[in-house]
Nanobody, 121 residues
Framework: VQLQACGGGSVQVRGSLKLSCQAS????????MGWYRQAPAKEREWVAT???????MYADSVKGRFIISIDDANNILYLQMHNLKPEDTASYYC????????????????WGKGTLVTVSS
């Protein structure tokens, strides 16, 4: 699975931004796709996940402000971010948790390159 994220940029506090992640390769039936982020000098943290059945889950820090969605027709994962805060500043990474091959699901995560989001006051 190949993932290409884009859409990062600089935004002011309380602003909005929408990230996109184009998926290609063995993408059919991926069980979970998600977004993670890594702020400077911090460990990568989970942000949100969407399952193959459409169930969404969010970290408490972004719940109510971020929305994860997927365009299955075009294989694009989105992260709509609202009411951004300085602590949301980070590089954001899209993730697929595995892929199907030969009738078996391989839990082999794929990562896109990060896209930087900077929130300034």
């Amino acid at each position: 699975v190949q993932l290409q994220a884009c859409g990062g940029g600089s935004v002011q506090v309380r602003g909005s931004l929408k990230l996109s992640c184009q998926a290609s390769g063995r993408i059919f039936g991926i069980k979970n796709m998600g977004w993670y982020r890594q702020a400077p000098a911090k460990e990568r943290e989970w942000v949100a996940t969407i399952t193959s059945s459409g169930t969404t889950m969010y970290a408490d820090s972004v719940k109510g402000r971020f929305i994860i969605s997927i365009d299955d027709a075009n294989n694009i994962l989105y992260l709509q971010m609202h009411n951004l805060k300085p602590e949301d500043t980070a590089s954001y990474y899209c993730n697929a948790d595995g892929y199907w091959r030969g009738g078996k699901y391989y839990n082999d995560p794929s990562w896109g390159k990060g896209t930087l989001v900077t929130v300034s006051s």
